[in-house]
């Protein structure tokens, strides 16, 4: 009897489907051989693969029907953030399919949001993730996806508004006003809403502090108090070009009076000390507004958005849209 083939190469680095496999000359006997391990029903890899999140993501769509899709906060992942848990993996199918995979959510909805032949759109996965989010990881994913060019403000409200029947429609709209997508980091924007919801002015954010050639640009910048919030992720204290920029770019704040705060990881990690430590800096600078509070706002930004609290409060040209929910 002719030695089965090995595991062919182009099977090697991807999870793969038992058609595949057949189709590439290997036997039933190999797909339960110990070179290989089963993900889901239907989907191997080789044991020597070590999986990635996109493997995951790979491997969980191989394993549903092809008119499923990538959603949710997977969806967002696969965009390109790396913020969130990794698992569950979000599939969003029509109908009413049931499948009980391990490490995957299967959404059934009666209408698919806009998409691609991979996955939702990016107005589409964050409404999605809407539904179940906290506040502040909600705020995370907005402003990336907006900053990075997967969706637009104006995008998001006319589909939350439009599809206002789906779970996280309401939650979508709820927290737009609170979205920047000018930040550049999930450190940014989780420093911004820090301050925010702790009722502390909202800051610009990523702007140029002066009409100059070389004037740098501030992460959070309180005009009116001359003072710079800065997120210091690691790069600034690993990358020596980094190191330096950052060196000249203060240097050139104190020549023209700007007061700054420099946030590390460790104080993003004690949020309510760091609130404490801006407003007294803005209370040097003149600030004569209400000490930050850590009340009722406050707790909510660490929570789901408040759904039963919201209001349907549209835009006067979303008005006009009907509701694009399908008959019962």
Wanted: hydrophobic fraction near 40%.
């Amino acid at each position: 009897m002719p030695r089965a083939p090995r595991i062919p190469d182009h099977l090697r680095h991807r999870p793969f489907t038992r058609s595949e496999a057949l189709e590439a000359g290997m036997t039933s006997r190999q797909l339960q051989g110990r070179e290989l391990r089963r993900l889901h029903p239907g989907v191997w890899v080789w044991t020597r693969h070590e999986l990635t999140h996109g493997d995951e993501i790979a491997a969980a769509r191989l394993a549903v029907p092809n008119r499923s899709r990538v959603s949710h906060l997977t969806r967002i992942h696969q965009l390109g953030l790396d913020h969130g848990p990794p698992r569950p993996i979000h599939l969003s199918i029509v109908g009413d399919h049931h499948l009980d995979l391990q490490g995957v959510f299967l959404h059934r909805t009666e209408v698919m949001p806009p998409c691609d032949e991979v996955g939702v759109i990016g107005s589409a996965a964050f409404l999605g993730y809407a539904a179940s989010a906290r506040v502040i990881d909600l705020i995370v994913a907005g402003d990336w996806l907006l900053h990075h060019g997967h969706m637009t403000l104006a995008g998001l409200r006319e589909l939350a508004w439009r599809d206002r029947w789906r779970p996280g429609a309401r939650e979508a709209l709820w927290v737009a006003p609170y979205l920047d997508g000018g930040a550049r980091s999930p450190g940014e924007s989780e420093t911004r809403v820090f301050l925010q919801f702790a009722g502390l002015p909202r800051p610009h954010v990523n702007v140029r502090l002066a009409d100059e050639p070389h004037a740098p640009t501030s992460d959070l910048w309180l005009p009116e108090w001359r003072t710079a919030v800065e997120y210091e992720g690691s790069q600034h204290f690993l990358d020596p070009d980094q190191i330096r920029r950052d060196i000249g770019r203060y240097a050139w704040m104190r020549s023209r009076d700007i007061a700054y705060l420099q946030v590390t990881g460790a104080m993003r990690a004690q949020p309510r000390a760091m609130v404490v430590s801006a407003h007294a800096l803005l209370v040097e600078r003149g600030y004569r507004g209400n000490p930050p509070g850590f009340g009722p706002m406050w707790r909510l930004l660490f929570g789901r958005c408040p759904r039963k609290a919201v209001s349907w409060q549209p835009h006067p040209d979303l008005e006009r849209l009907p509701a694009h929910r399908p008959s019962a």
